[in-house]
């Protein structure tokens, strides 16, 4: 299955009651494996999680640390990008030149690398020596 496909399916299992937006994301980790998660709402809206989150937890749960592929879908008019704390979750896990495709449910994608979605990432040289 390929990334868009595993994020086009786990993006009808999204838990969206409020916003009734579905999102679903798709990691290739560095082992080749995919993972797959979608957004989970809660009435305390904080308390949501994103699907790309997900996807990533899902990866870190299976033994896999390292992504390199992200795929992004919603039904939106533009391709959805991930949030700002999602940005900083995909810079965890993956290098600056790790494409992120992102797309809307019409065919619609837009690629760019980690790196340009959040330039100046805080990572472990802002904490060295600590």
């Known amino acids: 299955m390929s990334l868009k496909d595993a994020a086009l399916k786990v993006r009808e299992n999204a838990h969206a009651p409020y916003s009734k937006f579905k999102v679903g994301a798709a990691v290739r980790a560095a082992s080749g494996a995919i993972y797959s998660g979608c957004n989970v709402e809660n009435v305390s809206y904080p308390e949501g999680t994103c699907a790309e989150a997900g996807a990533i937890a899902a990866m870190v749960a299976a033994g ?6 992200v795929f992004v879908v919603a039904d939106s008019p533009e ?24 797309a809307n449910t019409g065919g619609v994608e837009r690629k760019m690398t980690i790196a340009e979605l959040l330039p100046g990432a805080f990572d472990t040289s802002h904490i060295v020596g600590r």
């Open 79 to 102: 391709p959805v990008t991930p949030c700002g704390g999602c940005r900083q979750k995909l810079a965890e896990f993956g290098k600056g030149d790790v494409v992120v495709t992102m």
């Open 64 to 69: 896999d640390t390292e992504l390199t592929e």
